[in-house]
């Protein structure tokens, strides 16, 4: 499997760690195509890239002699070819790679899958290169991205856009319109059944200087769980899987022996109950852990009951168990992640800050009355004063 660096991290990202393949994925050859690789020319690749110059280039550079980096291969590429027909003319031109040639796919997967309707397209460095002056290049980037979003989705959608002096988000809205005019690509639905918005972080600035009370936002805000990088993965495929998976948070139990043991959970789409309450506010989520572990105790605990009264210990009651212990656990993880959260609430005097964050932003206070710029200036300095506060 040879990859560019972002290609292999979509691939990994849509891999349940829990999954046979993502064990067959990690045990296999993984190898980067802008560095020098073994020949194993026995061996047959898929190629997994981004269209650009460079990936092209080191894929023609392996079939450059007679000395063939593999057998046959297929090559798969995560958005459109550019415009021009000049990567097919590369491949054309290289007659040792031809014949060995199995598949050659536009596959259109240029977008991080975060969650089941959330995706990014993995540009951190975007909001401040953007801010600066608008960018070509980036931005007919982003409208690649975004199409291959669409054409995954089998979606030609209305597009409409945030008009500002900057004009960034017209450009994409504009670009994106071009590459979708022009696409043939089998359509889930009708033309314009959709709709899809492009702004810019001017359209909300408020959010980025408030807390966020919701579950996900404030777990990974108050205590700091990291994502990790693929890179990790690359410099040591034999670590702990719970190490090359990012959204992992490390908790403590008390064990059967009555000793405390250190466990890890990864936070995703595995995890049904963090699918279900990752975008509640928090106290609703702890509300609701605790009475569902009341009352998932409660229930099986009656279930076990019954059956020993009616069949004795049976088999099938010890064997139902472990089910039953694996259930708590996941209920467990996220009492756990409830009970730190609050604490670094109280700990941190989070809530306050929250108070005058949500006053600063809305202009009014939690009973919808107007506070005044004096008010907000004078609470802003008294815990600005505060020597505790962070």
Same mark, same amino acid.
């Given at each position: 499997? /040879? ?29 980067? /195509? ?5 020949? =194993?020319?026995?061996? !047959? ?10 990936s092209v280039d ?9 000395? @063939? ?16 027909? *000049? ?22 997967? !240029? ?17 401040? !290169? ?10 007919d980037r982003i ?36 590459? =979708? ?11 314009? %059944?959709?709709?899809?918005l492009i702004v810019?972080? +001017? ?50 139990? /008390? ?5 405390? %043991? ?29 009475? %569902? ?14 059956? *020993?009264? &009616?069949? &004795? ?6 064997? +139902? =168990? ?10 467990? /993880? ?21 108070? =005058? ?9 939690? !009973? ?12 802003? +300095? @008294? ?8």
């Amino acid at each position: 499997f /040879v990859f560019s660096f972002s290609s292999v991290f979509l691939v990994f990202l849509c891999v349940p760690s829990d999954a046979p393949f993502a064990h067959r994925f990690l045990s296999a050859v993984i190898e980067p /195509v802008c560095q020098h690789r073994q020949p =194993l020319p026995d061996l !047959d690749a898929l190629y997994f890239v981004s269209p650009e110059t460079a990936s092209v280039d080191a894929i023609l550079r392996d079939f450059s002699s007679d000395k @063939n980096q593999y057998n046959r291969i297929q090559v798969y590429f995560t958005s459109p070819l550019p415009p021009g027909g *000049q990567v097919l003319r590369k491949f054309a031109g290289c007659p040792n790679i031809l014949p060995r040639i199995r598949a050659f796919v536009e596959f259109n997967l !240029d977008f991080i899958a975060q969650e089941q309707r959330v995706f990014h397209l993995d540009r951190p460095s975007d909001f401040v !290169d953007l801010f600066r002056g608008q960018d070509a290049e980036k931005l007919d980037r982003i409208a690649t991205q975004l199409f291959t979003l669409c054409a995954s989705l089998g979606e030609t959608p209305a597009i409409r856009f945030q008009k500002n002096l900057r004009g960034c988000a017209k450009a994409v809205a504009t670009c994106l319109y071009d590459k =979708l005019r022009h696409a043939e690509f089998k359509q889930t639905s009708e033309p314009g %059944e959709s709709t899809l918005l492009i702004v810019d972080r +001017s359209v909300d600035l408020a959010t980025l200087f408030i807390h966020e009370y919701t579950y996900q936002a404030l777990v990974y805000d108050v205590l700091n769980i990291a994502t990790s990088s693929f890179t990790k993965l690359l410099a040591n495929k034999e670590e702990d899987e719970d190490a090359i998976r990012e959204n992992t948070f490390q908790y403590e139990i /008390v064990n059967n022996l009555g000793k405390h %043991e250190k466990k890890r959970a990864e936070l995703g789409e595995q995890d049904e109950l963090w699918v279900r309450f990752r975008h509640q506010h928090i106290q609703s989520v702890n509300q609701e852990v605790q009475e %569902e572990i009341k009352r998932f105790v409660k229930e099986n605990a009656t279930a076990q009951i019954q059956k *020993q009264e &009616g069949q &004795g210990p049976t088999l099938q009651a010890i064997r +139902s =168990l472990p089910q039953y212990q694996e259930m708590l656990a996941k209920y467990w /993880v996220h009492a756990s992640l409830t009970e730190q959260s609050f604490a670094q609430l109280q700990e941190r005097n989070l809530m306050n800050v929250g108070i =005058l964050e949500q006053d600063l932003a809305c202009g009014v206070d939690k !009973d919808g009355k107007e506070v005044s710029a004096s008010k907000l200036l004078t609470m802003l +300095s @008294n815990h600005l004063s505060d020597a505790n506060a962070e």
